[in-house]
């Protein structure tokens, strides 16, 4: 794993991660706030994706391609809570981040997957908490962003 201090939109990436809840409304998967609320704003009709990921599928990550003009790009969901209203689960976390990496390594052209820190936004968790979880899970494909955006 490794860390960057630079802005995740600004950094050339294979695939971003957007940390996520569980929850489902007629307008797709709740994604309201922080980072969220900024991948869903990008990327219209990812929360109805997602939405419809997790009422089939569960809340575990998901796989968006996004077919732009010049370069195909991919975001993947990553689980951090249940509701939205919860703090961030670290054995969610775990598990999805688990899952991430099975993710990648089914998609070996993914060599540079960016995340913010998982459930320390909005999901109210401390990175030092959260790190000692993830940091033996995740090789250096995988860059956590520090800033929160």
Known sequence: MKESNKDIWETELDAICVTTNGVVTKNGLVMGKGFALQVSER???????FGKCVQHQGNVPHLYRNYPLIKESYIISLPTKHHWRDPADIILIEMSIKLLVKIADDHLHLKRIGMTRPGCGSGG????????????????????FKKEV
């Open 43 to 49: 990327f219209p009709g990812i929360a109805k994706f």
């Open 125 to 144: 968790l401390d990175w030092n908490s959260v790190k000692p979880v993830i940091e033996p899970l995740l090789d250096d494909r995988f860059i956590v």
